[in-house]
């Protein structure tokens, strides 16, 4: 992990084109700002593990099906 220290209004960049700002520090509450392109998600952490762990409960229910259908298939053949 890299750790930077930056003051309000002071920036850094990923990439080549997505740069983080830091807007207001106040208390316990740090506000950023995120300039990125349209087609690059930004999500809190905690949204990103939830549609993580909807998409493998759909994968995993997408297997076990899959694996019943072979199951009906081979007892037809």
């Known amino acids: ?3 930077i220290a930056r ?3 002071e920036s850094f960049v990923i990439g080549d084109d997505i740069e983080v700002v830091i807007l207001d520090i106040q208390s316990d509450k740090i506000r950023i ?3 990125a392109p ?3 998600s930004i999500l809190r ?3 990103y593990d939830t549609k ?3 998409q493998d409960a759909v994968m995993t229910a997408e ?3 899959l694996d019943e259908l072979n199951r009906i298939i081979k ?3």
Request: proline fraction near 4%; avoid cysteine.
């Open 1 to 3: 992990m890299l750790i």
């Open 7 to 9: 003051k309000p209004q």
């Open 33 to 35: 700002g995120i300039n």
């Open 38 to 40: 349209k087609d690059v």
């Open 45 to 47: 952490k905690e949204l």
């Open 52 to 54: 993580k762990s909807n």
């Open 63 to 65: 297997d076990i099906e």
């Open 75 to 77: 007892k037809s053949k």
